[in-house]
């Protein structure tokens, strides 16, 4: 019997992940789709308070403010139950966190580990790279995967009580089945470089078993987590196979859109080459100037038929893409230079139709709460 046509591409993107992104493909995953902060946060918190052995929390942003203390007690609970509870927090991006939140985590049994530290004894003084990525995975089994810090960023908005405000829009991803294993073991070399101040090689941690055509045809979401490391270029390259594959679209949210060259060249071939290309960005959010950055890059796309659309609201923050309505990114890499090749970065590549077919609905729900980029307005 002949391999229906959608297994085959599914069968050849795994085998282009693994050569070029470093990662292990799975299939027989269950996955959905987590829009906006308080849906995550409900998930996190439903598979904390389920945990039996372990609970691994990495996030770039954990704040001491009513996010991070709706989180503590349920990683408290989880710690004096006997459940191996462990959160790595980067310094810079939760340097407002104050130090009593640390202490009583610790207090409470939980395993704490901040990364990188400035110090003058580091390269770059310790404030290259950064650990940007946002994972929880519980007992190995699973977890969630996004762009969503712990913070009221994505509650209340940057500034609670500002009548212009409101929570940042973004994206998650919730992941069962055998991928958790893969997000286990991205949590633990993270945890070796924060507490461990192990060496980090990639070549190491690197697949070296080829994914089989029997093994990936389980059924279910075939997933890759992919770790961005520095200078790897991982998720780079693997945006391009993605771009190059793709046949009828490709539609993109990022937060800070300052792509290399290469990304945009392949953006607007796939758009001269008659594939949907849209683009959605913030028009307003927390770094005025990346905003400024990334409307440069309008002129160019829209000249060779690149979609464009702001996010009216305060900050558009999700790091996602949909291709063909079934190939999806969801995760921690923005579209420039710190995320493709400078900072840790964790994202998870998926596919799977029924959140391919959700990814899809989501996004045009999204432009449709956005404003249209036009040509003439882009040279302006």
């Known amino acids: 019997m002949a391999t229906p046509a959608r297994d085959v591409r599914r069968t050849e993107l795994a085998h282009q992940i693994w050569r070029i992104g470093a990662a292990h493909v799975s299939t027989g995953n269950r996955v ?12 996190m918190l439903d598979r904390i308070s389920a945990a039996r052995e372990d609970v691994s929390l990495e996030s770039y942003i954990v704040r001491s403010d009513a996010v991070g203390n709706r ?11 006997g459940v191996r509870t462990r959160v790595i927090f980067d310094w810079i991006g939760s340097r407002s966190t104050k130090r009593a939140f640390v202490k009583m985590l610790r207090d409470g049994g939980v395993e704490v580990g901040i990364f990188n530290r400035p110090s003058l004894r580091r390269r770059w003084f310790g404030f290259l790279p950064r650990d940007h990525r946002k ?3 519980v007992d190995g089994a699973g977890g969630v995967i996004g762009g ?5 960023e994505w509650t209340t908005g940057t500034h609670p009580g500002d009548k212009d405000g409101s929570a940042w829009r973004d994206t998650a991803v919730n992941i069962d089945g055998p991928a958790g294993r893969d997000m286990q073991n991205a949590f633990e070399r993270s945890w070796d470089r924060v507490v461990n101040r192990a060496k ?3 070549d190491d941690s690197r697949p070296t078993e080829r994914p089989s055509d029997d093994s990936l045809d389980n059924g ?7 770790e961005g490391e520095p200078g790897r270029q991982r998720v780079t390259r693997a945006l391009e196979v993605v771009t190059v594959a793709a046949r009828s679209s490709i539609w993109i949210s990022d937060a800070y859109f300052m792509p290399n060259m290469a990304l945009v060249e392949a953006l607007v071939g796939a758009a001269r080459d008659g594939v949907d290309v849209r683009l959605l960005v913030p028009s307003r959010g927390d770094h005025p100037w990346m905003i400024r950055g990334t409307r440069k890059y309008y002129p160019r796309l829209l000249k060779n038929g690149v979609r464009i659309w702001e996010w009216k609201g305060e900050m558009m923050h999700a790091k996602t893409g949909v291709s063909d309505g079934q190939f999806v990114r969801i995760g921690s890499t923005d579209y420039n230079a710190l995320g493709m090749a400078i900072n840790f970065e964790l994202d998870a590549m998926i596919h799977d139709e029924e959140l391919g077919g959700a990814m899809t609905a989501m996004f045009e729900d999204d432009i449709a709460r956005s404003k249209r980029i036009e040509l003439d307005v882009a040279k302006d």
Not at 35 to 42: L, V
Not at 71 to 81: H, K, Q, T, Y
Not at 220 to 226: D, K, R, S
Request: charged share 15%.
């Open 135 to 137: 994972l929880l995975v």
């Open 200 to 202: 980090t090689d990639s």
């Open 71 to 81: 989180f503590a007690p349920e990683l408290i609970s989880a710690a004096r139950r």
């Open 220 to 226: 279910g979401a075939m997933v890759a987590i992919m």
């Open 148 to 152: 969503i810090g712990l913070g009221h």
């Open 32 to 43: 959905a789709l987590l829009r906006n902060g308080p849906a995550t946060f409900d998930a």
